[in-house]
């Protein structure tokens, strides 16, 4: 009991308990594993957003987020949040990239934190998935479209069928050059490069089309 001005407040010890109420039992496990009190917590709250799961890290990326300093890891996990991970396969491996990135950001001359570029358009690109049937996989270091077609039982297509397009904004994503390229021929898989400092593309990507005649038209175009 405390008093106060003639009032009369009631204090209470600290229930330790109710302190980590709000961890998950993976809390318990990221603290195990070596990181710090800070970071466990941090990134124990990002699996209850339902973003990443526990099982979804391997040592790898545990041991790589042990070793960062708190300050760094607690950063590295906000990007990590803030990025759209809708299209990413391994979840595990893009969180090293952008522990990676975010090491060679830091020893760039007045490097600062990231900053916000324009993306894809996410709608647009739902909808080009959804009316072909394709896969989109995000790594930090590319955006890879597609692959097999749905159903596909010919051959592979061969070295002939794919083109290098260079030039391309660096602002531009495969929501833009799907359309364009469609035009020439069914497209087996794009791979549109990026840079993981910039968040934008390196300007240039590759194209394969399912036949020669889809390569030799975008060559024309």
Known sequence: ??????DAATVEPMDESSATAEHSADYAKLVG????????????????TGKLAYADLDERALDAL???????????????LDSSLEHVSNKSAYLCGVMKTYRQKSKLP????????????????RAILERTGYSLDVTT????????????TGPQP????????????KDMFEDELIPLFEKC???????L???????????????????????LNSVRE
């Open 1 to 6: 009991m405390a008093e106060g001005n003639g």
């Open 33 to 48: 594993h070596g990181l710090q009190e800070k970071v466990a917590a941090q990134l124990d709250a990002i699996f209850q």
């Open 66 to 80: 042990k070793e960062f300093p708190a300050d760094g890891a607690l950063a590295v996990l906000k990007q990590f």
């Open 110 to 125: 007045g490097a600062s934190g990231s900053g916000s570029n324009k993306g894809p358009d996410e709608d647009k690109i």
């Open 141 to 152: 270091g590319q955006r890879k479209y597609g692959g097999p077609p749905p159903g596909w």
């Open 158 to 169: 061969s070295s002939g069928c794919e083109v290098f397009v260079g030039k391309i904004p």
């Open 185 to 191: 021929g069914k497209i087996w898989d794009l791979r």
């Open 193 to 215: 490069m990026m840079d993981p400092l910039s968040g934008l593309n390196r300007g240039y990507a590759f194209i394969t089309f399912c036949n020669r005649e889809g390569a």
